[in-house]
């Protein structure tokens, strides 16, 4: 498959990024990894008329340690997050992503920045609570990830915004990860991140609803009690409540109801142990 033509432009800094997005309008992408938006392109459900390449501006591919978390620059790929086992959770969702190949090419940003419901980084990123830091014509903003995936492909980002790098304020938690896959290296057909810590229980999901999201429902039932082997079997059986999760070629919505079910037993049951 071969894209429709597009004109091309590197950006040497953000700020020429965010520039040349206001110059030529709705119509210009940026290009991280390209490893969502060029099979879209080949497929021909996106035909941007110039992609601004933005992988070669410097200083956004680093992890820092931060204010007792980290700073993660938008253009981290994959595979630096797969070898990062400081960054709890995040690093067996990253080396859980695609093949090797995929993961050497993609960046975290993109990832977060294109909000496909069936992508794992978002998914973590709602766990941990993260904070995505963005730059536009009108200078910086933050905004949280529970505001910031709203439909399906659609986020809180402007179409002049770049994303420039991510917070996370603690990955201090005990953490179970759980991506049901029909082939290895898939999509996951259902994703679970798990997080405890004393009373703190977070749960979010990959591709149970049209975008990444929070399992209100179990978090609900295990907040304030103590997270045993007792709750976590009765707050697992609500893990689908107030979801609605898309039937796709690979499960219907009531069998992508059951894996939720039973992946928030086992990922909940790993991070408590
Ligand atoms: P790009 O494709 O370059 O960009 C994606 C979108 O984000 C575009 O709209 C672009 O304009 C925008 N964008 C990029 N960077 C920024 C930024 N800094 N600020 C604002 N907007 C930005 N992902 C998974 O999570 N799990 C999988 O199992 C999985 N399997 C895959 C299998 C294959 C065969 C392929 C090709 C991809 C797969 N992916 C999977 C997707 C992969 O992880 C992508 O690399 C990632 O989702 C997007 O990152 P990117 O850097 O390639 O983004």
């Known amino acids: 498959m071969i894209t429709a033509p597009f004109e091309y432009r590197r950006a040497g800094s953000v700020d020429e990024a965010v520039s040349l997005l ?8 940026l290009i991280a990894g390209g490893h969502s938006l060029l ?16 992988g070669g501006i410097g200083g956004l591919d680093t992890i820092e ?10 253009l981290t790929r994959h595979v630096t997050l797969q070898n990062s086992p400081e960054l709890g959770v995040i690093q067996p969702v990253a080396e ?36 995505f830091n963005v730059t536009g014509p009108s200078g910086e903003r933050q905004i949280a990830a529970g505001e910031f995936f ?43 991140v798990a997080l405890v810590k004393d009373s703190d229980v977070r749960v979010a999901f990959t591709n149970m609803g049209s975008t990444a999201l929070r399992a209100s429902a179990v978090e609900e039932a295990l907040s304030g009690g103590t997270v045993d ?14 979801t609605e999760p898309p039937g796709d070629l690979n499960a219907t919505p ?10 928030t037993k086992r990922a909940l049951t790993t991070a408590v142990s």
Do not use: C
């Not at 340690?65 to 938008?74: K, L, M, P, T, W």
């Not at 082997?229 to 107030?242: L, M, Q, R, V």
């Not at 009531?254 to 992946?263: F, G």
């Open 22 to 29: 206001g110059e030529l309008g709705e119509d210009a992408k």
């Open 39 to 54: 099979p879209l392109m080949k497929l021909r459900l996106a035909a941007p008329s110039t992609l601004i390449d933005i």
């Open 65 to 74: 340690a931060s204010g007792g978390g980290f700073r993660i620059g938008a």
């Open 96 to 131: 859980g992503i695609a093949d090797q190949q995929v993961r050497n090419r993609g960046t975290i940003g993109g990832s977060i920045a294109h909000g496909d419901p069936a992508s794992d980084l978002p998914t973590a990123m709602l766990a941990l609570e993260a904070t």
């Open 150 to 192: 709203q439909d399906y492909l659609t986020t809180a980002l402007e179409p002049q915004e770049f994303l420039t790098s991510i917070d996370i304020p603690s990955v201090d938690f005990g953490w179970g990860y759980e991506k049901f896959t029909r082939r290895a290296e898939d999509w996951a057909m259902v994703g679970v």
């Open 229 to 242: 082997a007792d709750s976590i079997a009765a707050a697992s059986e609500k893990a689908a409540d107030g």
């Open 254 to 263: 009531e069998y992508k109801a059951h894996l939720a079910r039973v992946l």
